[in-house]
């Protein structure tokens, strides 16, 4: 049976409660919501303002509407970075970000925003020094990734927040990684922007994500169209959530993430933290056990993605072994994410990403290093044989 280590893309199996809610939204719902007056488009048009709040309420967001639903976190930091930022303007990011950042900030660079990259150190760890200075001036924009994708480095979100908020500077953050899988309270927060995929921590299926804005905080649409609201009107509405929510909403998507709330509710954000931690924890004390294996550690463990290198092995191709001889899913090579693993040292071949998550067990952590342990025995024997 396969042992599913690769979270940090999407999170797998979806629990049952999620794919009945996604069948139930095709089967027995089936219109499209908000346009129309008949019991099956009312029924979606409830089904979507349900999972808003329960999203929103789940965040910590000040009201329903502030919770915009995207095809994805790449949408939703699309949408942020090109509603705020202007050619002559000037953007701030880590050099931790994932290529959902970096790409759209390179479009941008060429249309001529500034950049600014703020260092982090082999760990993870932001310059706050250098964060500081580049706030004077005061960017138009601080975009900062929650944890990264590739070690699970948690950035110091608040205390950015509070330095944002004392220059009045916006705070877009990546929380790709995090939502669900760390507990959040968006109201009391200095978070202006905060984009985040439902199909990671949130347990929902792919092709649904979400942007929070907060509230009084204005940006243009990257997309304009239907609605099912002012079609007496040619421009875009100018009130959430319509203003970003062009085109039929994806409804099984949307009803999966609210299921996918649902269990996270039920088991405790602070609980599923604690576990996914304690796990990742495990599986990197045992990996730095064997020998030639290099284990990247972050300075603040944000979420349960551990990274690794096997010394005088390609990722790949331990990625492959785990795969052909153990049964074993893993992520190798950059993971989307170049900047990083320059950061970390691991360019241009990457790393090997285990991944925790929602349905990782004990057993599972200790099958995984078991493997490890055997593959990286028979590497030794091998280089022993030829010696």
């Known amino acids: 049976m396969i042992l599913y280590l690769d979270h940090a893309a999407t999170s797998y199996p979806k629990p049952p409660r999620v794919r009945e809610a996604v069948r139930r939204a095709l089967e027995e719902t089936g219109a499209s919501p908000g346009r129309g007056a008949y019991r099956m488009a009312r029924e979606a048009t409830e089904l979507v ?5 329960k999203v929103a309420d789940f965040l910590g967001a000040e009201r329903p509407e502030q919770v915009i639903f995207t095809a994805g976190a790449t949408e939703s930091l699309n949408v942020a970075l090109k509603g705020v930022l202007r050619p002559g303007g000037r953007a701030v990011a880590s050099n931790m970000e994932h290529n959902a950042v970096v790409r759209p900030l ?9 950049v600014e990259r703020v260092p982090c150190s082999p760990r993870g760890e932001l310059d706050l020094d250098f964060l500081r200075r580049a706030m004077e001036p005061p960017p138009d924009l601080v975009a900062l990734v929650h944890a990264s994708n590739v070690n699970g480095a948690l950035m110091p979100v608040e205390l950015v927040g509070r330095l944002c908020a004392e220059h009045g500077v916006p705070l877009l953050v990546d929380a790709a990684q995090t939502a669900g899988a760390r507990p959040m309270d968006l109201k009391s927060s200095r978070i202006t922007l905060l984009a985040c ?9 792919p092709g649904v994500g979400i942007l929070y804005i907060r509230p009084g905080f204005s940006l243009a649409p990257l997309v304009e169209g239907g609605t099912g609201s002012r079609s007496e009107v040619e421009e875009q509405p100018d009130f959430l959530p319509d203003r970003f929510e062009s085109g039929t909403p994806n409804l099984p998507g949307i009803a999966g993430l609210a299921a996918g709330v649902e269990v996270l509710e039920e088991r405790g954000a602070s609980a599923v933290l604690e576990r996914e931690v ?3 924890e495990r599986l990197e004390d045992g990996l730095e056990a064997l020998p030639a294996v290099r284990v990247h550690r972050p300075a603040t463990r944000g ?5 690794f290198n096997v ?11 785990l795969d052909g001889a153990f049964d074993i899913a893993v992520r190798t090579g ?3 994410a170049p900047l990083a693993h320059r950061t970390l040292g691991t360019f241009p071949l990457g790393a090997v990403r285990a991944s925790i998550g929602f349905s990782t067990e004990g057993e599972d952590v200790e099958r995984f290093l078991e493997a490890m342990g055997s593959l990286v025995s028979q590497k030794r024997t091998r280089h ?3 010696d």
């Open 303 to 307: 979420t349960g993605a551990v990274a």
């Open 49 to 53: 303002a349900s999972a808003r709040r």
């Open 384 to 386: 022993r044989r030829y």
């Open 278 to 280: 304690r796990l990742a």
């Open 334 to 336: 950059l993971h989307c």
């Open 106 to 114: 390179a479009g941008l660079e060429a249309a001529g925003v500034r």
């Open 197 to 205: 995929s439902g199909h990671k921590g949130l347990l929902g299926p």
């Open 311 to 321: 010394e005088g092995m390609n990722p790949g191709d331990v990625g492959a072994l």
